[in-house]
């Protein structure tokens, strides 16, 4: 540990210029494991489509998409306005710093991320990490399958213990080194949504989520477990709206205390359905952040193998 870690916080634990946090509990064993959890050969993407909110969440800017003709048979395309957070994503390092502080992982300043490289955070680190063990926790479907009502287009909150129960329904076990997705039923009830459903959410004041619960006590377990990554899909992992001025809302203590990767908005309705046929909720994710040299965040470009 640095000698100025913050309480509860790994700065240094992987190094005092590390970038990667927790994804050091992705290890070449690991990768080796995880690939033997590849049986039936089933892929399941696990980005949404690019533009798949309509209007973009959290009042973030429109993106376009041009065909460029370049000869009588050949074209580029253009991608006008895209923000690397528009949809599903992994939260970079640089993302968020603490609120007590201003500090990012590792005690980078939020000058350090604004200089134009980012050197010491940026998501170039992550291009080639993200590969290991993906678990899945249906908590949405738990809640379900119990009758306990769920309403994931408002402020709702899985409880640690319900994840545990989840867990143990499903007979899945925690092991280090593994890439961690929740369920929340998020994206699946927003895609049902009206379009006039779906503009009352755009904006950040008014979006409302189901999420995890932001607890000193999820945090310990996260951690206690290795949990190299939590990928979910809501928009913001633990419940929204928060209170950004709070210093333990769970942003604060995953990207710049502990360095674990947050991702937001993924897919997981169609994995988790067929986990839940064939009673197998582990299998291979392999994901591929865009390597952007000093990038602030990324698409998951991620994919489960089972």
Not at 45 to 50: F, G
Not at 249 to 260: K, N, Q, T
Request: charged residues 25%; contains cysteine.
């Amino acid at each position: 540990m640095r000698k100025d870690a913050p309480p509860e916080s790994s700065w240094g634990v992987f190094g005092e210029n590390d970038a990667l946090g927790c994804l050091n509990f992705l290890t070449p064993a690991g990768i080796v494991e995880a690939a033997g959890l590849v049986r039936n050969g089933k892929v399941f993407r696990l980005d949404a489509k690019i533009g798949f909110a309509k209007p973009p969440l959290f009042g973030r800017a429109s993106m376009t998409h041009r065909v460029i003709p370049l000869g009588p048979s050949a074209n580029d395309d253009i991608l006008d306005g895209f923000n690397t957070q528009e949809g599903s994503q992994w939260d970079g390092f640089g993302h968020v710093g603490h609120v007590s502080n201003q500090l990012f992982y590792n005690g980078v300043t939020v000058e350090e991320t604004r200089d134009g490289r980012n050197a010491r955070l940026g998501i170039h680190h992550w291009a080639d990490k993200f590969v290991g063990r993906g678990v899945m926790i249906d908590a949405f479907g738990y809640r379900k399958a119990r009758g306990i009502p769920v309403e994931p287009l408002s402020r709702d909150v899985y409880t640690l213990s319900e994840l545990k129960a989840a867990l143990e329904a499903q007979q899945t076990t925690m092991k280090p080194g593994s890439i961690l997705l929740i369920r929340t039923g998020w994206v699946e009830s927003y895609e049902r949504a009206t379009a006039e459903a779906k503009r009352d959410l755009a904006p950040m004041e008014k979006l409302n989520s189901a999420g995890i619960e932001a607890s000193r006590e999820m945090a310990e377990w996260l951690w206690n477990n290795r949990v190299a990554a939590i990928g979910t899909d809501c928009p913001g992992v633990e419940a929204f709206p928060f209170d950004f001025t709070d210093p333990n809302a769970l942003h604060y203590r995953a990207l710049p205390l502990l360095g674990l990767p947050l991702g937001e908005l993924f897919v997981l309705a169609p994995l988790a359905e067929d986990c839940a046929k064939d009673r197998r909720y582990e299998f291979m994710l392999v994901s591929a952040p865009l390597n952007v040299e000093g990038g602030i965040a990324s698409p998951p470009n991620a994919v489960a193998i089972k």
